[in-house]
């Protein structure tokens, strides 16, 4: 599972644009997103690298999150 804190992400659009970014990037992987803690985690085999740039394209500023 992947994590990303994307301090950006304030409103019902950028859950959009993030959701429509993820998915071109990783079709069929699990999302789930938080606009209360903006964070966002994708399930399944994600290449991180490649999420991360998807989100960046859409023009939000992702930080991977690592897991304890």
Known sequence: MLEFEIKDMTCGHCVSAITQAVNAAAPGAE????????????GGDADAGLIE?????????PLRVEAP
């Not at 999302?31 to 994708?42: A, K």
């Not at 740039?53 to 500023?61: P, Q, W």
């Open 31 to 42: 999302l789930d997103i938080s606009l209360d803690t903006q964070r966002i985690r994708i």
């Open 53 to 61: 740039s998807a989100i960046r394209e859409a023009g939000y500023s």
